[in-house]
């Protein structure tokens, strides 16, 4: 019979609600617990801080027990996680990586190209993040039962961005053109990052996790291809070998989450297909209906992160213009909170906006077919052409009259980057009249720069343009480029008929 942790002497658990949710047993409610439980919105947390690097309380089971409570102490949550770092995994693996405050984590030497690969090690886990173990033992105890503790590790790509990015970015242009520039190397990496995230969640149930939850924190910068290729297959590897090796060592299995922030619902899918996992989180941006129908037949639970989607599901908040309305907050708490409150109905203004953009594109782009529609020839009156022609028309103005504009914030090195693209394809349509063939084999090969598993040849110019260029961008590009190819290959279908 598999070993619990009894040999850890461990209370008894209470509050199971969440183990009992993730098995599909009936709940009276839905359980609760906030992704950064121990964060700067807690003064106790704020005055540990005060006193102690952010690492060294990673570094510090008492410490780092005593932070992963703090939230407990004051809220009815069900479950805990324990206070610690994804980077602690790049710091065993002989990386340095500062937390710099008000920039985040840096790492100052980053791998640059492969042959950086060389300086990194191979830790003895059960050693090198032992601190991580004992913070967790420690906490269990000091839980007394009251809710289950969660273990977690970065994914391999994300973990991969920031090793090879030097921290956070708004692009992570630098691991992204490792994938395309480096595909062979990239996957070393990733394997090599596999190996200690296997080792380092074993290890922290054999301390006393309960649950283990794998963040894919840069999900967000794969698309589907990208996706299946570098993050969804070391998913699956590291729960089988989690899996195993905990058989292996006759210990219970415990519940694993995937949180691929910002995947697509494709990518979801794909991951959901697996069942590798118990839970699948999703953030704020996905809509949990829409998750739950086209997931759910593989799940037997889906995890929300209610972090932001919480208060988006609010009404706006009511700002209220005394100054001594509350006298417990500080003035700039109080309004930094409201803007808090307001910068998530912007980003739903924006997302819906973008929404409305592409659905217009998608309109216009229809009428289109269907003024070019072969049905057309078949009319044999001459009016019911005009007829239909000029109902189509006038949907399309009407369509027009609707100006939807999101802007994409750009730097100077994006702005150019998208300058060059757009010419490049400015110059595609310029010479589209003179040289169809020509034009649609370098429009291909603009389209197979866009993609990391390309058929065909691939404009390296092209290439180095787009990856510089923000990933709204690229995006708007791939499609640009789908409807030219489009375009063209109508063009030849009429030309033959």
């Avoid at 289950?148 to 994300?158: K, M």
């Avoid at 973008?354 to 216009?364: A, F, I, N, S």
């Amino acid at each position: 019979m598999p070993l619990s942790m009894t040999e850890h002497n461990f209370p008894p658990l209470q509050n199971d609600l969440i183990l009992k949710t993730i098995r599909g047993e009936p709940v009276d409610r839905v359980p609760v617990w906030i992704m950064r439980q121990a964060g700067r919105y807690l003064p106790e947390f704020q005055e540990v801080r005060a006193k102690h690097d952010f690492f060294d309380v990673c570094q510090n089971p008492s410490l780092a027990c005593e932070v992963t409570l703090q939230p407990i102490k004051r809220f009815d949550l069900d479950a805990s996680i324990i206070f610690s770092d994804i980077l602690t995994i790049p710091q065993a693996m002989g990386m340095t990586v500062d937390m710099v405050p008000k920039v985040g984590p840096v790492l100052p030497h980053p791998l640059n190209d492969p042959s950086d690969l060389s300086r990194l090690v191979k830790p003895a886990v059960e050693k090198d993040l032992k601190y991580v173990g004992d913070a967790i033992t420690l906490t269990r105890h000091k839980l007394e039962g009251k809710v289950p503790l969660i273990g977690f590790t970065g994914a391999p790509w994300t973990l991969m961005g920031y090793m090879v990015q030097g921290g956070g970015s708004s692009t992570m242009a630098k691991p992204r053109t490792w994938l395309y520039k480096y595909p062979n190397d990239s996957q070393h990496l990733l394997e090599l990052i596999t190996d200690v995230v296997v080792d380092y969640l074993v290890m922290q149930v054999k301390a006393g996790a309960q649950l283990l939850q794998v963040f894919e924190s840069n999900g967000d910068y794969l698309n589907d291809e990208l996706f299946v290729k570098y993050s969804l297959p070391y998913f699956i590897r590291i729960s089988n070998e989690v899996r195993t090796k905990l058989k292996e060592q006759n210990i219970m299995e415990v519940p694993m989450i995937a949180f691929p922030k910002g995947a697509t619902m494709s990518s979801l899918k794909m991951l959901a297909k697996t069942q590798c996992y118990d839970v699948i989180g999703l953030d704020w941006t996905v809509d949990p209906a829409e998750a739950r129908n086209s997931l759910g037949i593989y799940l037997i639970f889906l995890e929300i992160s209610f972090e932001n989607s919480v208060r988006m599901e609010s009404p706006l908040p009511h700002i209220m213009e005394s100054a001594d309305c509350d006298s417990t907050v500080k003035p700039k708490d109080r309004l930094v909170n409201l803007l808090d409150q307001i910068e998530v109905h912007v980003e739903q203004l924006r997302r819906d906006a973008w929404r409305l953009e592409e659905e217009k594109d998608t309109l216009l782009t229809t009428l289109d077919t269907i003024r070019n529609n072969e049905l057309l020839g078949t009319l044999e009156e001459p009016a019911d052409k005009d007829d239909v022609l000029r109902y189509a028309e006038r949907l399309s103005m009407r369509c027009l009259t609707v100006d939807v504009l999101v802007k994409i914030q750009r730097d100077t090195v994006q702005q150019e980057a998208l300058h060059q693209v757009n010419g490049l394809i400015d110059g595609l349509v310029i010479g589209l009249r003179q040289d169809p063939s020509g034009t649609r084999q370098k429009c291909a090969a603009f389209m197979n720069a866009c993609s990391s598993q390309a058929m065909g040849h691939s404009d390296k110019n092209f290439e180095t343009a787009i990856l510089g260029c923000t990933i709204d961008d690229q995006k708007r590009v791939k499609k640009r480029l789908q409807g030219l190819l489009d375009y063209i290959d109508k063009m030849h279908t009429i030309e033959f008929q």
